[in-house]
Antibody, heavy 118, light 107 residues
Framework: QVQLVQSGAEVKEPGASVKVSCRAS????????ITWVRQAPGQGLEWMGW????????NYAQRLQGRVTMTTDTSTSTAYMELRSLRSDDTAIYYC???????????WGQGTLVTVSS | EIVLTQSPATLSLSPGERATLSCRAS??????LAWYQQKPGQAPRLLIY???NRATGIPARFSGSGSGTDFTLTISSLEPEDFAVYYC?????????FGQGTKVEIK
């Protein structure tokens, strides 16, 4: 079955960087892109960006431009999301999901809690 | 950026009742709209795609309708497991955007 498994929870200090991984299985990795979405505590879903697993093309949310980088490693069917210059309001659960360009986000990873605190 | 506005913010209903959730787009998204369900402590799950198609394994009590700027998610008869938060999302334009969510709670 199609499955996305994300890396574990992280605690970071303000100003640091975090890199979350998302390992895909059960489908041809390069046939779909990967979308990243985050959810601050008690809040709604915020679309962060999308990366093509075929050619690495990206599309980022304007408010995160310059701080976020999404990459893929096709040899391991893994997508990565790196967020730099972390602030307290970056504290959130970060989700990856298959699709987002010509297809919908389905399925989703289990989520990775990133806590930014001094 | 296309803004999706969901209403109401909270819907208080009893099991067996009908739930009607609304999602309005700031400009036409054609039929490029999906609905997701999120239960506490879980990742979102795709329910409805392309405005009116049920995703794999989704019960028939869930239905979606609409096109252009006005969309509706209907749950014909609420089951206990349907009490959750529901989000709409568009993929007509970049950036993709989500509505702020509608919480369906037990009355």
């Amino acid at each position: 079955q199609v499955q996305l498994v994300q890396s574990g929870a992280e605690v970071k200090e303000p100003g640091a960087s975090v890199k979350v991984s998302c390992r895909a299985s059960g489908y041809t990795f390069t046939s779909y892109g990967i979308t990243w979405v985050r959810q601050a505590p008690g809040q709604g879903l915020e679309w962060m960006g999308w990366i093509s697993a075929y050619n690495g093309y990206t599309n980022y949310a304007q408010r995160l431009q310059g701080r976020v980088t999404m990459t893929t490693d096709t040899s391991t069917s893994t997508a990565y999301m790196e967020l730099r210059s972390l602030r307290s309001d970056d504290t959130a659960i970060y989700y990856c999901a298959r699709g987002g360009d010509q297809s919908w986000c389905d399925p989703w990873g289990q989520g990775t809690l990133v806590t930014v605190s001094s | 950026e296309i803004v999706l506005t969901q209403s109401p913010a909270t819907l208080s209903l009893s099991p067996g009742e009908r739930a009607t959730l609304s999602c309005r787009a700031s400009q036409s998204v054609s039929s490029y709209l999906a609905w997701y369900q999120q239960k506490p402590g879980q990742a979102p799950r795709l329910l409805i795609y392309d405005a009116s198609n049920r995703a794999t394994g989704i019960p028939a009590r869930f239905s979606g309708s609409g096109s252009g700027t006005d969309f509706t998610l209907t749950i014909s008869s609420l089951e206990p497991e349907d009490f959750a938060v529901y989000y709409c999302q568009q993929r007509r334009n970049w950036p993709r955007t989500f509505g702020q969510g509608t919480k369906v709670e037990i009355k």
